[in-house]
């Protein structure tokens, strides 16, 4: 059984940081783009950052550039995400991704349950 699992959500203070990880089991994900995204209450998910299989070749929404950072362990099998400067408008459910394309919408094979990232002002 493939599962994608997110961990390191958790409150923090407006201007602290935060390192989500994603752990891949039941296969391996070297050849795979892998993805963060994030949803908060009443509001759409919304992709945040992509990595390629690789490592080579990130993206990265607007409103984190410059502050978040997507990085990969194939050898882990595990994606990470960096995240620091936070703001309350990172409050959301955070969700790993993963896809054989590099790609910022939200059409990924599979998918984590999500960890919660509360940043409080």
């Known amino acids: 059984q493939v599962q994608l699992v997110e961990s390191g959500g958790g409150l923090v203070q407006a201007g602290g940081s935060l390192r989500l990880s994603c752990a891949a089991s039941g296969r391996t994900f070297g050849s795979y783009a892998r993805g963060w995204f994030r949803q908060a209450p009443g509001k759409e998910r919304e992709f945040v950052a992509a990595i390629s299989w690789s490592g080579d070749t990130t993206y990265y929404a607007d409103s984190v550039k410059g502050r978040f950072t997507i990085s990969r362990d194939n050898a882990k099998n595990t994606v990470y995400l960096q995240m620091n400067s936070l703001k309350p408008e990172d409050t959301a459910v955070y969700y790993c991704?993963?896809?054989?394309?590099?790609?910022?919408?939200?059409?990924?094979?599979?998918w984590g349950q999500g960890t919660q990232v509360t940043v409080s002002s």
């Open positions: 991704a993963a896809s054989p394309v590099l790609t910022t919408i939200p059409r990924y094979d599979y």
